[in-house]
Nanobody
Framework: QMQLVESGGGLVQAGASLRLSCSAS????????MGWFRQAPGKEREFVAA????????YYTESVRGRFTISRDNAKNTGYLQMNSLKPEDTAVYYC???????????????????????WGQGTQVAVSS
């Protein structure tokens, strides 16, 4: 059973940067995609970014493309979400998640699907003030 633990959230001003980390444990393989999702108060959880098993394929939702960068270090069993030029609308609880179904996806034709993500962290709060 995989466990995921996020860290790195906080309160920042608009325009600032944060780097979220997601530490994975309890698994013996790296054959999974890692995704970041977020949920703002009163809203549904939404996809932010995903990276495939070897880190070569990545996909971003349009609102963060060019500002956020997803990556992973399989030697450390850790994924990252570098968030630059943060905006107040980025305020949410951020969750990392893992998917074996999308491990080898390139997402050229089909975007990531939250239903494919089996393991979830507890979330880390990101708050951006204007």
């Amino acid at each position: 059973q995989m466990q995921l633990v996020e860290s790195g959230g906080g309160l920042v001003q608009a325009g600032a940067s944060l780097r979220l980390s997601c530490s994975a444990s309890g698994q013996t393989s790296t054959d999974y995609a890692m995704g970041w999702f977020r949920q703002a108060p009163g809203k549904e959880r939404e996809f932010v970014a995903a990276v495939n098993w070897n880190g070569y394929s990545k996909y971003y939702t349009e609102s963060v493309r060019g500002r956020f960068t997803i990556s992973r270090d399989n030697a450390k069993n850790t994924g990252y979400l570098q968030m630059n030029s943060l905006k107040p609308e980025d305020t949410a609880v951020y969750y990392c998640a893992a998917s074996s179904t999308e491990a080898h996806s390139s997402w050229y034709l089909v975007r990531p699907d939250i239903k494919n993500y089996d393991y979830w962290g507890q979330g880390t709060q990101v708050a951006v003030s204007s």
